[in-house]
């Protein structure tokens, strides 16, 4: 009776943090370039009553063991890193990637972190930054008395504007992007920024378009890639799955009231 407690609290823990993985899925539908978030579970370990090949006679042996069960764990967190949708914006600094890739920009205390929101800012120094101020790598700054309705990015990186006083426009910088063996391995810092781990391998530069790298595409930024009908019938199924596990511990509260109540 006791271990049945037990394993109904297991489960009802991990079903919590389940709901708590599909609540940050629904309040991040509408931030750009969020990949969802995933629970994966796994059983705990197992009490084992009988081992399977147990000799039975000298010439048999247990066909079939027997184990019982502990409950259940979280195993991971896993962050589908599939395709969102692009959104056309018409602003002049927004860019999505179709494909792999991140792009890298450069935190205040000098490490890199990694992005797929492309809604970047210029500074009052001309440089191409994230709307938290962190530079965009490689650096990317415009001329003075540029004109931001003119800036271009095509589609393998290479950015473009015009400059009073010339008449074709200037090459100011060109975008890399950066994908990982195991972008799965990345940690989510917060800020829609990611940073690399022993699991996700070292990264790999490249120009958009080329060897494998997603391609940019100008005045379009990649939404989340949540859909939320499928968030909604997993978190019904996850509120079931707690309710059903909840039932188990009542039901194993009533069968201990019974027995202590045949005494009387």
């Not at 781990?197 to 060897?211: E, F, H, L, R």
């Not at 188990?248 to 009533?254: A, F, L, M, R, W």
């Amino acid at each position: 009776m006791v271990r049945s407690l037990w394993t109904g609290a297991s489960g009802m823990i991990g079903q919590q943090a389940n709901i708590d993985t599909i609540s940050n899925n629904l309040a991040n539908v509408n931030t750009s370039g969020y990949k969802k978030v995933r629970a994966d579970f796994e059983d705990l370990l197992y009490q084992t009553v009988k081992t399977a090949g147990t000799p039975a006679t000298e010439e048999t042996v247990v066909p079939v063991g027997v184990q019982m069960g502990h409950g259940v764990k979280v195993a991971a967190t896993q962050r589908m890193f599939s395709q969102g949708s692009l959104q056309n914006t018409e602003n002049v600094y927004d860019v999505a990637i179709q494909g792999e890739g991140f792009f890298r920009v450069k935190m205040y205390d000098g490490t890199f972190a990694y992005t797929r929101d492309g809604a970047f800012k210029v500074d009052s120094d001309g440089r191409l930054v994230t709307s938290n101020g962190y530079w965009v790598l490689p650096d990317i700054v415009m001329p003075e008395n540029f004109l931001p309705e003119t800036i271009t990015v095509s589609q393998d990186g290479r950015v473009n504007v015009k400059v009073p006083g010339f008449e074709d426009p200037v090459q100011v910088g060109q975008m890399e992007l950066y994908r990982f063996p195991n972008p799965v391995g990345l940690t989510a810092v917060g800020e829609n920024l990611f940073k690399v781990t022993n699991a996700s391998g070292d990264p790999i530069a490249g120009q958009p378009g080329y060897d494998g790298m997603g391609k940019l595409v100008h005045k379009f930024l990649e939404m989340s890639n949540v859909s939320v009908v499928r968030e909604m019938v997993d978190l019904i199924v996850a509120q079931r799955a707690y309710e059903f596990n909840s039932k188990t511990i009542q039901t194993s509260d009533n069968m201990l009231g019974i027995a202590t109540g045949l005494k009387r």
